[in-house]
């Protein structure tokens, strides 16, 4: 929150103060609704920040959570640049690693370039206008993008597509500000909302049936019935998806991918999407470990920390191996 609406808020608050006091440059400070504002948004900032070390100095000591104490700073880098553009370009349909005069990638790309000069121009009129609502929208909407691009770049922190939501889709409002101006031309407006509509639904049609067809659940519900035909209810996977499929019957010790340290490669509970215990303890009876079979054949690290001989089932898409007991799993796949 501190990030993606605390800090752009202080930001937009203080480029609006400085834009209509004109002696603020000269600390001839008045109170005005401008100065009352960008006082509030410093409070929210403190708060946001004082809620962080009571995160950080309590509540870590009770509750185990994602901090930003990993973070570490870097120089710039090439590749991060140009994973924050793909990543902005992708959340407004982007497809990128494709033929992109391909049927599928040329739709999605030309929908993506249309929405792009939308926001550019609602940006762009936003903050020449005058109406205020419609300039401090334009303005938190550039000072999110600067923050959150800055951050990025500036840090080995890995960005995806989940971290840019809560703001990037603000130009929506941004756009509904910009046509209070078109009231006059209402036939415009609506012809204009029923082609990008239209071009929505097409394309999230088209998403939809690409999916059913390419993911296929059978896959998923062989290993389940597997599993449960054999008692099976515990073990360790890389995803939740055997919980899911099996109703919540089977019970999924989540792993990270595989790591290296020190030339020693091991595996770890990620505390994510799954009960605290599984870091604490371990699953009881025979227990299984399910790995895909293309991550199985194409890092070297899972073949050499699994023994071969464990392997009880594979299909299409999984492989499972079981040991007699969650110690032997743990001390074969290096479980930390």
């Known amino acids: ?25 000269n600390l001839q400070f008045k109170k005005t609704k401008y100065l009352d504002f960008f006082i509030l948004n410093i409070c929210n900032v403190f708060a946001s920040g004082f809620g962080y070390i009571i995160n950080l100095k ?27 553009i793909n990543t902005w ?20 790309n030309i929908f993506c370039f249309l929405i792009i ?19 401090f929208l334009a303005l938190f909407y550039c000072a999110a993008i600067f923050v959150t691009t800055a951050l990025f770049t500036f840090s080995e922190m890995g960005i995806t597509g989940r971290y840019i939501y809560p703001f990037a889709f603000i ?9 209070e101006r078109f009231e006059k031309k209402i036939k415009y407006l609506l012809l204009f909302f029923v082609q990008l509509f239209a071009i929505i639904c097409i394309v999230f049609i088209n998403d939809y049936s690409l999916y059913s067809e390419g993911y296929n659940k059978e896959v998923e519900k062989e290993i389940v019935d597997f599993l449960t035909e054999r008692d099976l209810l515990q073990g360790y996977a890389m995803g939740e998806n055997l919980t899911y499929y099996s109703n919540g019957e089977i ?42 079979k293309s991550s199985y054949e194409e890092n070297r690290m899972y073949r050499e920390l699994i ?20 110690e032997e799993l743990v001390e074969d796949l290096e479980i930390r």
């Open 1 to 25: 929150m501190f990030i993606c609406l605390y800090l752009p808020l202080f930001l937009a608050s203080l480029c609006l103060l400085f834009r209509e006091e004109k002696n603020i440059l």
């Open 58 to 84: 309590i509540l870590a000591k009770q509750y185990k959570f994602t901090d930003f104490t990993f973070l570490r700073w870097s120089y710039i880098r090439e590749q991060s640049i140009i994973d924050i």
């Open 89 to 108: 370009l992708e959340n407004f349909g982007y497809v990128a690693n494709v033929n992109l005069l391909g049927h599928r990638a040329l739709r999605h």
């Open 117 to 135: 000069i939308l926001i550019i121009l609602a940006v762009f009129y936003g903050i020449r206008n005058t109406e205020k609502k419609y300039n």
């Open 171 to 179: 130009f929506v409002i941004l756009l509904a500000c910009g046509f």
């Open 251 to 292: 019970e999924v010790w989540r792993l990270e991918e595989c790591q290296e340290e020190n030339e020693s490669r091991y595996l770890q509970v990620r505390p994510f999407l799954q009960s605290i215990t599984h870091t604490q303890q371990l699953p009881e009876g025979e227990t299984f470990f399910v790995l895909e």
């Open 307 to 326: 023994d071969v001989g464990q392997k009880a089932f594979e299909n299409d898409r999984y492989i499972v191996f079981l040991y007699d007991t969650a």
